[in-house]
């Protein structure tokens, strides 16, 4: 979506976006420091995601991230952009019971942060939760094929989507476009079975390990930029290795300290 340099992203430009073959591109993001990075890098809408439950609060699933968790984030995140569309991911828990609920959840990420819309798991199932979420004039990205809060119910970390379930995995991305959400988040779906739902509908399609042919990709930034311990899953792509550089840097800086190499002269006061 590279082009309008400075102009906020909004809804529209998703559209836009598909319409003129343009792709989008997602990151999560946590943090002001990686948000202010990612958004002046023109990266098009930052995910502040329950993944934050791995990746900032250590938890082994999504599954324990609380609203409360979440909401310091998504202020910071999204008080840090000047031109990226913010998402605050609704947690597990959250939204599931009903429409009231997910209402409430979403005017508390609106109204207690700056972010621009809200994302929630699950397409037939949720549907009734996206156009109460809608109506009140928030924008709500989707989520299906993979779904991480319903884990252990999938049985794992299972691609979704595989031959005859293709037509659930349709019949999903149609639910969620016509409750309203303005994109949908594809995650690890065969390639072709993300291409047909691409094909389908009105809006955007999000990869997020869909293969090529859907509208853009998002990714999880601690995957990513080499930073994630232990096991990614294979359709991430490493752009960086932050690990190693951080696991360096603190080895060089504890040798200096106990050589007492650090602090020099020139990182002390004079009297
Ligand atoms: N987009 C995304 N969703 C997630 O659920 C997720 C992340 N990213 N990144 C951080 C953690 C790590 N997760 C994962 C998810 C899958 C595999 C994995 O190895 N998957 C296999 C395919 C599934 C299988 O057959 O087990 C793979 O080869 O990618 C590893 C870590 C879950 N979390
Ligand atoms: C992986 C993306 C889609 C997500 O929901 C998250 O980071 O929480
Ligand atoms: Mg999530």
Redesign the pocket.
């Known amino acids: 979506m590279a082009d309008e340099a400075l102009k906020r992203v909004r809804t529209r430009h998703f559209q836009r976006a598909k319409e003129n073959g343009i792709k989008i591109t997602g990151l999560t993001s946590y943090d002001q420091l990686t948000a202010g990075i990612f958004d002046e890098a023109g990266i098009d809408f930052l995910l502040v995601?329950d993944?934050a439950g791995?990746?900032v609060y250590g938890y082994d699933?999504?599954l324990p991230v609380t609203i409360d968790d979440l909401i310091p984030l998504a202020r910071a995140v999204a008080g840090a952009v000047k031109r990226a569309f913010v998402v605050a991911d609704m947690p597990f828990g959250s939204y599931e019971t009903g429409p009231d609920e997910a209402l409430h959840t979403a005017f508390r990420f609106m109204k207690e942060t700056a972010a621009h819309a809200v994302k929630l798991e699950g397409g037939v199932r949720s549907a009734e939760q996206i156009r109460r979420i809608v109506s009140a004039g928030i924008p709500v990205m989707a989520h299906i094929g993979?779904t991480?809060q319903s884990?252990h119910g999938l049985g794992?970390?299972?691609?979704q989507g595989r031959g005859e379930q293709v037509e659930q995995l349709l019949a999903d991305a149609r639910a969620v476009q016509d409750a309203g959400a303005f994109a949908v988040v594809l995650?690890?779906v065969p390639a072709e079975a993300a291409a047909r739902v691409t094909a389908e509908l009105r809006i955007p399609t999000i990869g997020?390990?869909a293969g090529p042919h859907v509208d853009g990709q998002?990714?999880?930034w601690?995957?990513w930029a080499g930073f994630?311990k232990?096991?990614?899953?294979?359709?991430?792509k490493q752009y960086a290795n932050l690990r190693q550089t951080l696991t360096d840097a603190v080895s060089a800086y504890r040798t200096d300290v106990e050589a007492g190499s650090y602090p020099g002269p020139e990182h002390s006061y004079e009297d």
């Open positions: 995601g993944s791995n990746n699933t999504t993979f991480p884990e794992g970390h299972v691609i995650e690890m997020v390990g998002l990714l999880v601690t995957d994630t232990g096991r990614i899953p294979k359709f991430v």
